[in-house]
């Protein structure tokens, strides 16, 4: 690997490329190639080449509505999407503080996030999550051990410049796993010929002495286009008021990307090279019996940037091969992606360079798809995509066995457009196969290699999963700027490996966890109506959905006779199971622009997840977030000033009502009081001789240092302070964060 880094480096010092954007939605600044991605690159790009003129600081229904977006069928305007789909765009995330990617899109309507300290945080969508949401990046899959809980997502933040949210089930594009939506992660657009951009941002924030930096050259010369980033990231502890500094919240991160392709006129090919390492620290939530305090280790300075036991160790490595060809009117488009992923889990303070958990996995994914010419109104798009995947066990202690997997799968999707009324839907075959090698662990009492009480640790196996999804929608233009949206979509996941054969002591989650290896496959339906209305002065959208899921997979507490908790070496056991489930929610949001440079700003988001057939201490599926409105007003002090550009204030509150619905049985989840945060955000372009020369933005988040436990962080279930009654670790208390970005025009 070191190898393989050093030839990555030794590229971006002769050349950079411009990472790509999903294969469906790519803009190429060919005349031939601008008939299918002008419009997307105009909304990108336009923020990006003019700082002169005035840009909302968030785009209005009626701009989005110009974006294209994937959707579930292929390439189309998000406003004939009958799909439920939010567009977060370059400029919202440059504003938006965060530790990572997810934090950055948690505030959208439908989505939460599952924390596990500061530094991991695992996407939600409308209360389903785990590795039911499929994350796509560089055009394909991302798969970093997707079956763990606490994993996070192995994405540079400063390398995406836009994102898709598909709400709902999904598995028509993206096969298994979409259950619950998928986020697309854009890079920028390659340049116009002849451009040569660079830029530099950077950020601290105070709480956890968050330091980051990212570094980035771009170009098109006569076609060959480039791109090169670097970026780096380092967090000590973040403190709250009840806690105080929660010793191993530290993280450091680091991000190297290289594009290098070339755009003609009958298509483009494009090589994306990616290198991801991040360390994050474990919180163990150990607590002095007589103080109540956290445990640090004797000499830790809580403020140390350096990596205390215990801990994890992430690298990941991609190469993706990206093809797109024009044929005739028709476009063809092939993707062929390596992925390796190694994690570590290092907890010895003895034996600091020996890890315990070591899981190292490759991917191979591929995708192959054609876009038909538009005939008559109708478009229509085939194609076959899947993975190939093996994982090996490279450390002394074991939680899933070594296995291979492989799948695809076969779709077609058609749209019709008939005057006002945009139809699509289409149809897809999965198969996987998964082949589990077993392991067998000797006893220390006995002679090497007797085999006389040697025992199996996991026993192989082969499954093979299959399915048949679709979807049909609908998008209608009721009245000029009100739309009308119906969708029917069905889902299907095959069980992963942990749910299937886990069985060791997780450190990162503090369980024991055992698998059950006559899961069946969860398959659901899910109905969407949405309707959205915009309008100079008030732009409204109601999404509505309900979802059933057959043989939903969960784990559950265990408990004995007594009703105790069981304890596998000395840690809590939970097995997965499955039963059926029934998720009624919605999202609602409203904004309205009363007067020039004044926006007032609702978004409600509601979920309801009940298990069925289950007694009441079973009834509600497990972390299901709580109903959240977020209510912000923002102020535009000047809009293309002379040397003040976009100045804004905007104060918001954050409110998370109490969730009442939760998993008790064996007390596996407790209820969650409700908490408001206040927040304010402020930033302002920089101009010098009509251009941008910097843009700068500040924010204060809990600004009244509120001490909360989001009912999705995992560190809420940690020890219980003798002292104060209180169970576990709280989130990070109030913060405050400066960002600056500096574009270079050359």
């Not at 002095?288 to 140390?304: F, N, Q, R």
């Amino acid at each position: 690997m070191r190898t393989i880094l050093k030839a990555i480096l030794l590229m971006s010092l002769c050349s950079s490329a411009t990472a790509p954007a999903m294969a469906i939605n790519r803009a190429n600044h060919d005349k031939k190639e601008a008939n299918i991605y002008e419009e997307e690159a105009n909304i990108h790009e336009e923020e990006a080449n003019d700082s002169t003129r005035h840009q909302p600081l968030t785009e209005s229904s009626v701009k989005l509505n110009e974006v294209v977006v994937t959707g579930l069928t292929g390439s189309q305007k998000l406003k004939q999407s009958p799909a439920p789909i939010s567009f977060v765009s370059a400029r919202q995330l440059e504003m938006q503080p965060s530790t990572n990617i997810i934090d950055a899109i948690a505030h959208q309507p439908g989505v939460s996030q599952i924390t596990t300290g500061s530094g991991i945080s695992k996407p939600v969508i409308r209360g389903l999550g785990y590795n039911r949401v499929v994350v796509v990046n560089d055009g394909i899959r991302q798969e970093g051990q997707q079956w763990g809980d606490e994993h996070g997502i192995e994405i540079d933040p400063a390398s995406v410049h836009s994102v898709e949210i598909l709400k709902g089930p999904a598995s028509l594009m993206y096969g298994s796993d979409a259950m619950a939506g998928v986020l697309i992660f854009h890079s920028a657009p390659t340049l116009a010929k002849g451009d040569m951009r660079a830029n530099f941002s950077t950020g601290y924030q105070t709480n956890n002495g968050l330091f980051d930096y990212s570094l980035n050259f771009a170009g098109n010369q006569g076609g060959f286009v480039w791109n090169t980033r670097y970026s780096g990231k380092m967090a000590h502890a973040y403190k709250n008021k009840y806690d105080g500094y929660v010793f191993g919240s530290s993280l450091r991160e680091q991000a190297f990307s290289q594009l290098l392709g070339w755009n003609y006129r009958q298509g483009h090919s494009h090589l994306t090279l990616d290198y991801y390492h991040l360390t994050p620290g474990i919180v163990e939530g150990e607590r002095d019996e007589k103080t109540g305090e956290l445990e640090i280790p004797e000499g830790y300075d809580a403020k140390s940037y350096g990596k205390p036991m215990p801990y994890q160790q992430i690298h990941h490595y991609k190469a993706v091969l990206d093809n797109s060809w024009f044929l005739g009117d028709g476009n063809l488009k092939f993707l062929l992606g390596y992925q390796q992923n190694r994690r570590q889990e290092f907890e010895e303070e003895e034996n600091p360079k020996e890890c315990g958990l070591d899981f190292m996995l490759h991917t191979m994914n591929y995708d192959l798809h054609y876009l038909s010419p538009e005939m008559n109104g109708w478009k229509f798009s085939t194609g076959i995509n899947g993975m190939w995947q093996q994982s090996v066990n490279k450390g002394s202690e074991f939680l899933i066995p070594a296995y291979h997997l492989f799948d695809y799968g076969v779709f077609a999707t058609v749209s019709k457009e008939i005057g006002k009324l945009n139809l699509s839907g289409g149809i897809r075959y999965d198969h996987r196969h998964l082949h589990s090698e077993a392991l067998r662990e000797e006893d220390d009492a006995e002679p090497h290699g007797s085999g006389l009480n040697d025992s199996f640790r996991f026993q192989a196996f082969k499954r093979s999963f299959e399915g048949v999804t679709g979807s049909i929608g609908l998008a209608y233009e009721i009245l000029p700027d009100f739309n009308l949206k119906l969708n029917l979509a069905r889902g299907f996941r095959a069980p992963n490996i942990s749910e299937l054969s886990s069985n060791g002591v997780h450190e990162g989650t503090q369980r024991y966890e055992l698998g059950n290896t006559s899961l069946k496959p969860e398959n659901s339906w899910q109905f969407d109506l949405g309707l959205d209305y915009s309008s100079p002065i008030i732009s409204a959208e109601l999404s509505l959905f309900a979802n059933r899921i057959n043989h939903y997979i969960y784990s559950e507490k265990l408990a004995d006779e007594n009703n105790q908790p069981v304890l596998i070496d000395d840690t809590p056991a939970y097995q997965f199971t499955s039963g059926d489930a029934r998720i009624l929610g919605g999202e609602a949001s409203i904004d309205i622009h009363p007067v020039e440079h004044l926006h007032i700003g609702n978004t409600f988001s509601y979920v309801n997840s009940v298990q069925l057939h289950q007694p009441s201490e079973s009834k509600y599926l497990p972390f299901t977030p709580a109903p959240r409105w977020v209510s912000d007003v923002r102020y535009e002090f000047v809009c293309d000033g002379k040397t003040f550009d976009h100045l804004f204030v905007k104060l918001q509150m954050d409110c998370n009502l109490r969730q009442n619905h939760y998993f008790a049985a064996n007390d596996t989840e407790t209820a969650t009081p409700s908490y408001t945060l206040l927040n304010m955000y402020a930033g302002t372009d920089v101009k010098l001789h009509g251009k941008r020369l910097l843009s700068l933005y500040l924010s204060g988040e809990n600004l009244t240092n509120r001490a909360y436990q989001n009912h999705l962080s995992r560190l809420k279930y940690l020890d219980v302070n003798q002292v104060t009654g209180r169970r576990g670790v709280y989130n990070m208390g109030r913060n405050f964060s400066i960002k600056i970005v500096v574009p270079i025009e050359l």
